[in-house]
């Protein structure tokens, strides 16, 4: 999904649903919680995430697999209105090995 702010900022998060039978996400069902949460988070600064977390709660409370695009795309607006890449806005970048989750074996 892509947020947009009034400064002309894109910030884009996604949802990943593995079919409408594997898990409570499926696709068309992120597609309606979003639809649900865009009046609430319309108007908020995306970079209090914590403001934005709350709005969502009360308006649609669980449905994490929705609230997690929203959260990225929130994300990717604060390092973008800070001139940082994202990485080093949550910490910085760290070199090594990442474990990789994967649906397929």
Known sequence: ????????????????????TYLL???R???????ELAPVILGQDPRRTEVVYQAMNRALPGHPY???AIDMACWDLAALSAGLPLCDLLG???GGEVRLHSSIP
């Not at 910030?11 to 593995?18: D, F, K, R, T, V």
């Not at 069902?29 to 639809?35: C, D, N, Y």
């Open 1 to 20: 999904m892509r947020l947009d702010t009034d400064e002309g900022l894109n910030g884009w998060g996604e949802a990943c649903p593995w079919g409408s």
């Open 25 to 27: 996400a499926f696709a």
């Open 29 to 35: 069902g992120i597609r309606a919680g979003i639809e």
């Open 66 to 68: 929705v609230k997690s």
């Open 92 to 94: 910085g970048r760290a």
